[in-house]
C-alpha cells in the first residue's frame, strides 16, 4: 500500500514526525481519566485484533488485504516502542537506586557502565571507526580497526564468556531438578526415572557398546538395544507427547487471545493502570 521513502531526509523527518506523535498519543492516554483510558485501550485492541481475524477468515484478495503489509509494519513499529519502554524503564529503576544508595546500588553502576560501553562501542564502530583511532588499510587481512577490536573484545571476550557462566550454572540447577524428580515415590516418577536412564544410557558409550552392544543386529532380541529403545521412545513415545502439549499450549493460546480481542481479560486494560 506505501512504498518505501527513498529521500534520507524525508525519512529523518518521518522517523522524528513519528516520535513525536508517539509521544504525543501516549501522553494523551496518560492524561485520560482511568476510566477513559480502560475503554480506549480495549476498543483499539478489540480493532486490532478484529482486523487480522477479518482478512485471515475472508475471502482471498478482499477489501482488507491490501493494508495487511502496512499494519504488519506498524505492529512492528510498535512492537519496537516496546523495547524502548523497557530501556527506560531500568534507566529509571536503576537510576533510582543509585540516586538513593539502595544495598544493591553498585549493581546498577554495572549495569549503566555495559549499557552505555557496548551502546557507544557498536555505534562508533559501524559508523565513526575514524573517530580518534586509525583505520586500517584496505586490503589489509587480519588486522582491525580499534573500535571494531573493542566491540569485539566486549562482545566476544566479555558478554559471550559471562553468557556461557550463567548458563554453565543452570547445569547444577537442571542436576539438582533431576535429582528431585527421579526420586521413586509413584508409578509414573519410576516409569520417568526408567525412561530417562535408557535414554541416557543409549547416548553414551557405556550403553551403546557394553550392556547392549553385544546383542547381534540380525536378532531377534535387537530390539533390546539400547539406541533402539531410545529411538522408540523418543519417536513413539516422546514425539506424540510433545505435539500433544504444544498443541494444548497453543489452543490455550487462542483462547487468551480471544480473552484478550473481546476485553475479558483485565489485567492489562481495568486491573492495572
Same mark, same amino acid.
Given at each position: 500500500?506505501?512504498q ?18 508517539g ?17 480506549v ?32 509494519d ?23 537506586n ?39 588499510p584496505q ?9 571494531? /577490536? +573493542? !566491540? *569485539?573484545?566486549?562482545f566476544?571476550g566479555? @558478554?559471550? %564468556?559471562?553468557?556461557?557462566? &550463567?548458563? $554453565? ?7 539438582? /531438578? +533431576? !535429582? *528431585?524428580?527421579?526420586r521413586?515415590?509413584? @508409578?509414573? %516418577?519410576?516409569?520417568?526415572? &526408567?525412561? $530417562? ?30 539406541e533402539k ?8 513415545i ?12 497453543w489452543?490455550?493460546?487462542l483462547g487468551m ?17
Open positions: 500500500m506505501f518505501p521513502v527513498q529521500d534520507g531526509t524525508i525519512n529523518w523527518l518521518f522517523i522524528g514526525g513519528t516520535l513525536v506523535v509521544g504525543g498519543l501516549l501522553a494523551l492516554l496518560h492524561g485520560f481519566a482511568p476510566p477513559v483510558r480502560r475503554w485501550i480495549a476498543i483499539l485492541t478489540f480493532l486490532a485484533g478484529l482486523y487480522f481475524a477479518l482478512e485471515f477468515f475472508m475471502p482471498r484478495h478482499n477489501v482488507l488485504t491490501p493494508w495487511r503489509d502496512s499494519v504488519a506498524l505492529l512492528q513499529v510498535l512492537a519496537a516502542f516496546t523495547f524502548g519502554l523497557g530501556v527506560l524503564n531500568q534507566f529509571l529503576i536503576h537510576g533510582r543509585i540516586l538513593h544508595r539502595t544495598p544493591n546500588w553498585p549493581f546498577s553502576v554495572a549495569f549503566f557502565s555495559g549499557f552505555l560501553l557496548m551502546l557507544g562501542t557498536g555505534l562508533l564502530q559501524h559508523y565513526a571507526p575514524h573517530f580518534l583511532a586509525a583505520v586500517p586490503g589489509a587481512i587480519g588486522v582491525l580497526g580499534f573500535w571494531e /577490536a +573493542a !566491540y *569485539r573484545v566486549l566476544e566479555a @558478554l559471550q %564468556a559471562l553468557s556461557a557462566t &550463567v548458563f $554453565a550454572l543452570l547445569a547444577f540447577f537442571i542436576a539438582s /531438578a +533431576a !535429582y *528431585r524428580a527421579f521413586i515415590r509413584t @508409578l509414573e %516418577a519410576g516409569l520417568l526415572m &526408567v525412561t $530417562a536412564t535408557i535414554v541416557m544410557l543409549a547416548n553414551v558409550p557405556i550403553g551403546q557398546q557394553w550392556l547392549t552392544g553385544w546383542i547381534p543386529e540380525e536378532s531377534p532380541w535387537a530390539w533390546l538395544r539400547l529403545l531410545a529411538h522408540w521412545l523418543q519417536t513413539q516422546n514425539a506424540p507427547t510433545m505435539r500433544a502439549i504444544l498443541f494444548g499450549l489452543v490455550g493460546a487471545a480471544l480473552r484478550i480481542i473481546l476485553g475479558l481479560e483485565r489485567s492489562f486494560t481495568i486491573g492495572r493502570q
